[in-house]
């Protein structure tokens, strides 16, 4: 019952009219001037009626969501870093506090993509476990084209990575595939730039700037959580380390801030560029779990990110870290780093 309103006891002719506007307003939708008019009554009448209602537990409003989904968690996260959408999903149970990247994040997130694209867009892809995980459990998708954003970990594993996962995301769609067949890393600028001028390879690139919705992982600098940080040498990784690399994404480095550093890296590797990163009108980012939190909060600070699929360990973290998002996505500058 409302605060500081008396209960009043209603009669059985009160209790039945009640009822009955509530049913047309709730459940047949029919709007309180019609009600009014059929009732006889003013609208103003129907609507402290189907107040009353509501006090006297006539109507019951329940908001329901899929149990796995957190819609409180989410929502205070989306306001906190001003993205467009955010999706906060359950840990499972049987899952370490600190593992990352739990699978039923690519359900979530091939749900959300089933929201997001629609016909006729550009969809990009970037390498990472989440990605690849998103494209597994895909089963509906307007028609569109299908383009890697980036190449793979390892060329060998190509067909189970992120080659795989463009051609499954095309053929759901029914549109074409533009994968990458082409390492993420390479020894050195010389040679990514003599791979980013073959043809298959070129052919990919063209079609960045036309990237409508792209869906990207995010790993934190330590062994196992990213993909650059696991292809590097021990003194390149305490490079990056020294210049405060907290977080990568489809091979760029940023600090804990959300600022870029390590440009080096990022003309050795086969990746989209972070300004056209940027111009992507929707990027979506999957990634979870404990371990990842403070990544994640540093990518959200570069603004390159629109939206969010992320567990309860994650957000949890960011809903209460010191430092929250600066500005909503895509309103900040590139501050490039070293």
């Known amino acids: ?137 895909l089963d509906r998708l307007p028609p569109c084209t299908v383009v890697q954003l980036t190449g793979v970990y390892d060329a060998g594993t190509a067909e189970r990575g992120s080659v795989e996962a463009v051609r499954r995301a095309a053929q759901v769609s029914g549109g074409e595939a533009h994968p990458i067949y082409a390492p993420m890393l390479l020894p050195d600028s010389a040679t990514a730039a003599a791979l980013r001028g073959q043809t298959g390879i070129a052919r990919a690139f063209e079609y960045f700037d036309k990237v409508t919705v792209a869906c990207v992982s995010i790993g934190s600098w330590e062994a196992g959580i990213s993909t650059v940080y696991d292809m590097l040498g021990e003194e390149e990784r305490e490079h990056y380390a020294s210049l405060g690399a907290a977080a990568e994404m489809s091979a760029h480095l940023f600090d804990a801030d959300g600022r870029r550093i390590g440009r080096d890296l990022g003309e050795r590797c086969i990746t989209v560029e972070a300004d056209r990163l940027r111009r992507i009108p929707e990027v979506v980012a999957i990634a979870g779990g404990g371990r990842k939190a403070d990544a994640i909060g540093a990518v959200l600070r570069s603004g390159l990110v629109t939206s969010l699929v992320t567990d309860t360990a994650a957000a949890d973290h960011l809903l209460h870290e010191a430092t929250p998002g600066l500005r909503p996505a895509r309103e900040r500058t590139d501050p490039d780093g070293v």
């Open 1 to 137: 019952m409302s605060a500081g309103r008396p209960a009043l006891r209603m009669g059985p002719a009160e209790l039945v009219q009640a009822a009955a506007m509530a049913r047309r307003f709730y459940l047949e939708g029919k709007s309180k001037i019609q009600i009014a008019e059929e009732f006889g009554v003013s609208r103003f009448k129907v609507a402290r009626v189907l107040e009353t209602a509501l006090e006297h537990d006539l109507v019951r409003i329940e908001i329901r969501v899929p149990a796995e989904l957190d819609a409180e968690r989410s929502d205070a996260l989306r306001a906190r870093y001003g993205l467009r959408h955010a999706v906060v999903v359950e840990s499972p149970a049987d899952v370490e506090a600190d593992a990352p990247d739990p699978e039923n994040l690519g359900e979530v997130a091939a749900d959300l993509l089933g929201e997001l694209v629609t016909e006729g867009d550009v969809l990009g892809l970037a390498w990472g476990r989440s990605t690849i995980h998103m494209a597994a459990a």
